[in-house]
């Protein structure tokens, strides 16, 4: 076995229901969607089912010129995969040889360093108080790639896009995570058109709901699309995945209902957590808020006691206890805050 593998810490995928001996146990762990799918989804998966014993077509035209249409980009500029996941690994084996510099700014997303150093990548994990990134600060450091995640996981903030630019313009790649973006309502994919080492990657998984499904893509310069299309599995996403991203596309009024109930709902739990004296979130953009735990060391646990899943936010970068709350529907943001505050 290669020597990095023993290395790497693996993945944290957090707790799931499963995992608790207790019915009613709310997922606020995974950053998911707590809506479900949309009719047209539903529909689609259950008619895509006649085609299992089938490969699907592994262009993805069809997946491709819904996903084009809705982002407003041509077909050539968009590469997919099994997940945003999969594509942050091609991105890494398309451009990182031996030793070159990669910079992930922290406190960010643990996947990257992941597949970095998996390239034997020489990395180095700037930390951002906040993730207030300081463009100048990683071009000190000549990378060759540098991770981007905007909004931030787990700090729900976005960079602007004056930093955006000086981090592009002084580094070979960027790698721009817009996991999140349809929370914050500002998504940068057209800095896509005036640089042609940007990398935009994007996710079926929060916005659209579909985590269990596994679609993501990368919107970018028609090399770089073609680059990681080839690298990527051949049949990475799986027939009934691209039909129902398609009738998710074109289910757009019912998603943007659920986003205006995550963003309010949001907002809301913002403010009921800041009055609770022990808690101080962070503001986000996203579907998501960091909590900065004070004294209250074992959290997490005693959450878990009430039947509700919240994620462990120990990074680099993040000092003192902090935990990742994803917003849910209105209902169980009152039960997490019910307990909460009978914590005191
Ligand atoms: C959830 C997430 C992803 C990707 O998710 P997929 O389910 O693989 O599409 C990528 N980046 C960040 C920052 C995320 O939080």
Redesign the pocket.
């Given at each position: 076995m290669r020597e990095v593998v023993r290395f790497i810490n693996k993945y944290d995928p957090g707790k799931f229901p499963e995992d608790f001996s207790y019915p009613d146990v709310i997922q606020m762990g995974?950053?998911e969607n707590p809506y479900g799918p949309s009719e047209a989804v539903r529909k689609a998966y259950m008619e895509s089912l006649d085609m299992i014993a089938r490969y699907p077509k592994a262009d993805y035209h069809e997946l491709k010129e819904a996903i084009s249409s809705y982002i407003k980009f041509p077909v050539e500029c968009i590469a997919v995969?099994?997940?945003?996941?999969?594509?942050?690994q091609a991105v890494c084996n398309i451009i990182i040889e031996e030793l070159d510099r990669v910079v992930i700014p922290m406190p960010?997303?643990t996947?990257y360093a992941i597949y970095a150093m998996l390239r034997s990548a020489s990395i180095s994990f700037p930390v951002f108080e906040r993730y207030d990134i300081d463009a100048d600060r990683i071009a000190e450091e000549n990378p060759k790639l540098v991770f981007l995640?905007s909004p931030?996981?787990p700090t729900g903030n976005c960079i602007n896009e004056k930093v955006i630019r000086g981090v592009i313009e002084s580094s070979e790649y960027v790698v721009l995570?817009e996991?999140?973006t349809e929370f914050s309502g500002e998504s940068h994919v057209e800095l896509v058109k005036d640089y042609e080492n940007l990398i935009v990657?994007?996710?079926?998984?929060?916005y659209f709901g579909l985590?269990g499904m596994?679609?993501?893509y990368a919107v970018c310069s028609t090399d770089l699309a073609d680059a990681i299309e080839k690298v990527r599995l051949p049949f990475a996403i799986s027939y009934p995945a691209a039909k129902t991203a398609i009738a998710a596309i074109n289910s757009r009024d019912y998603y943007e209902t659920v986003r205006m109930k995550i963003v309010s709902e949001r907002d809301r739990l913002y403010h009921e957590l800041k009055k609770i004296e022990w808690l101080k979130p962070y503001p986000s953009e996203a579907n998501f808020i960091l909590v900065k735990v004070e004294g209250e060391k074992d959290i997490v646990e005693r959450l878990g006691e009430k039947g509700i899943i919240v994620r462990d936010a120990g990074i680099m970068g993040l000092d003192g206890t902090h935990i990742r709350i994803t917003v849910g529907r209105k209902e169980e943001n009152n039960r997490l805050l019910k307990v909460l505050r009978e914590l005191e």
């Open positions: 995974s950053n995969g099994c997940g945003a996941s999969e594509l942050i960010s997303y996947l995640c931030n996981n995570d996991a999140y990657l994007r996710s079926f998984s929060k985590a596994r679609i993501g």
